[in-house]
């Protein structure tokens, strides 16, 4: 048995077929059909059905595939610091991010992380504040950036404390006013972030025991914005995403102390793999 099989098998079971996880991984899918059935052939068992509608993992498959994670990131840290010993700093990183995040702080963050560190290659993952815990807590992510609280079981870092506006469109009746009651929203048509985005803003409603008139749901900030600005409702948003916006939309503070905040997360602290520990202290330092 060898790294080869185990990166393959977790390639397929990513991409979802034979074919994808070929161009992924630049093979063909004779190859990445004959790894995946030595590793079966190797250890007695079946992995995964392979039918017309696709791949499915067999309960086997799902209980190993922890184990085959484990033993690659483990493969990385040590690689990673017989580099480190050898004066080089190297590795890949996988980094979990949200929208707002990856437009305003990782754009800047990455140039000056390349320029330091050239051998170092950060992969990002994209998704909601629910994927981006569940990438780190599984090992898919080395770390990532979080909406606070979180999982109980990831070591976190506090970054920053944003606050949650108002958006309006641009001749709405509230425009006049230089703050917004939450309570004001209670008969508006509401554009919610969608489920895994809308912990903040759902909190709000709480609070004042409110429930909004949620017309849509987006994952997509700028397709809020953009919903916001035709006038098919008002939405709250965090004070990150509405800098510099090209939107023809009135922003307005809420009547209250309400805010986001965003921090940094891993498994562990101590035990994380060389080229990530340099990452993550890269990060923290340059938005402090």
Known sequence: MNLFKYKVFLSVIEAGSFTKAGE?????????SHAVSALEHELGLTLLIRGRSGIQMTSNGERLMKHFKEIIQMNERL?????????????TVKIGTFSSVSIHWLPGIIQKFNEKFPLIELKLLDGNYRDIENWIASGEADFGFVNLPTLEVLEVLPLKKERMLCVLPSNHVLREQATIRVDQLRNESFIM??????????SIFSQHNLVPKIKYELEDDHAI?????NGLGVSILPEMM?????YEICIRPLDGPYFRAVGIATTSLKNMAPAAKKCMDFIIEWIN
């Open 24 to 32: 992924l991984l630049n093979l063909t899918q004779s190859a990445i």
């Open 79 to 91: 690689y990673q610091e017989v580099a480190l010993i050898k004066g080089l700093e190297i590795g």
């Open 193 to 202: 972030p969608a489920s895994g985005c809308d912990t903040d803003v759902r």
């Open 225 to 229: 914005m953009a919903m916001v600005q």
């Open 242 to 246: 509405l800098v510099q916006n090209p």
